[in-house]
């Protein structure tokens, strides 16, 4: 099966920009740092989800559905991504959404990625206290049922097989972008917080025979569920793809950037999202790209990397979600 034989919608603006982070690397030393723009991606402020959006509404529209129906926290790029694809697609959007950050600052409750969600038309179900995201969005599919529409699910992240297709295909993109700038790269660094990036970039990398690694910035402050969650996501695409076992070697999440939890800022985070704004003039987010920006700050500090090798860093989006973190930057 080939990526290009599966259903897709076009919602993304691609290629994305593949920029040299000239200041940054001379403000480290160390590795050639380039960063791939996927914050570019144009859906609604963009991010990672509109490229697993593509197949994932793609496959909705293949079967029929009239409704999509997805979850997250309160603050959730995915789920802004997801009223935005379901408003163009024309399709109705439940969101489950749950209250997973002990944070509870208005502008955290009320602004940033939510007030979006509501602009983009959604209809928007919070979790009762100790509800699961999932006991919530099942409840939801059978009240969209009786309604009479065909309910279409996207877990959280939109991280299964199928939303993992996209970031499986960004990997064609990128070695092609990279080729045609006389590029080779060594490492790409990206933050992982379902898994459903990361497993489309380690399913990418064997499809096209990438020579880079591929290193997962663990953001949940819980890398073990995380790791199993790649592998799964890997499992179920590299069957669809043909793909034979994919080396373990494949499978890099680096802990030790996320704490005090999910969501929660931290002195790498404030510095790595303060740096690139001012050396680079690119806005990171707190809970997922900054984290990450943080952890490849610090593996270059540490010299992870050789002064000849070529890092890049998938700037994932987030942005909106600044704004629900106002008060923490000077
Ligand atoms: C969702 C998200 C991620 C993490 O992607 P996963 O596929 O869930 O691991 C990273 N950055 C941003 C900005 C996100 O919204």
Do not use: W
């Not at 100790?130 to 009786?146: D, L, Q, W, Y």
């Not at 003039?281 to 593996?299: F, N, R, S, T």
Request: net charge neutral; with cysteine.
């Amino acid at each position: 099966m080939q990526l290009d034989q599966f259903p897709r919608f076009p919602l993304a603006h691609l290629p994305t920009p593949l920029e040299p982070l000239t200041r940054l690397q001379a403000a480290l030393g160390g590795p050639r740092l380039y960063i791939k723009r996927d914050d570019c991606t144009g859906l609604a402020t963009g991010g990672n989800k509109t490229r697993k959006l593509e197949f994932l509404i793609g496959d909705a529209l293949a079967q029929k559905a009239t409704t999509v129906i997805s979850e997250g926290g309160i603050q959730s790029n995915h789920v802004r991504q997801t009223a935005a694809a379901a408003a163009k697609a024309g399709l109705k959007c439940h969101l489950v959404l749950e209250r997973n950050v002990p944070i509870d600052r208005p502008v955290y409750t009320a602004g940033g990625n939510l007030l979006l969600d509501r602009l983009l038309g959604a209809t928007i179900h919070y979790c009762d206290p100790g509800e699961t995201r999932a006991t919530r969005s099942v409840k939801v599919m059978e009240e969209v049922r009786r309604a009479g529409e065909a309910p279409y699910y996207i877990p959280t992240g939109g991280s299964n097989a199928i939303g993992a297709r996209g970031y499986a295909a960004s990997m064609v993109e990128l070695e092609q972008q990279a080729g045609s700038q006389g590029l080779r790269i060594d490492h790409i660094v990206v933050a992982s917080g379902s898994g459903g990036t990361q497993a489309g970039l380690i399913l990418g990398k064997a499809v096209t025979q990438s020579k880079a690694t591929i290193i997962g910035i663990d953001v949940d402050h819980d890398p073990e569920p995380l790791m199993a969650a790649v592998r799964k996501i890997v499992q179920e695409g590299a069957a669809e793809l043909g793909l034979g076992k994919i080396a373990d070697e494949d499978f890099q999440l680096i802990p030790g950037y996320a704490a005090p939890g999910y969501g929660m800022p931290n002195a790498g985070m404030i510095e790595a999202v303060e740096l690139l704004a001012r050396l680079e003039g690119i806005l990171l987010d707190p809970v997922y790209a900054g984290k990450a920006m943080a952890g490849l700050i610090d593996m270059v500090r540490r010299g992870r990397f050789g002064s000849e090798e070529t890092v890049a860093f998938i700037h994932t989006g987030g942005t909106p979600a600044l704004f629900a973190y106002a008060d923490i930057f000077a």
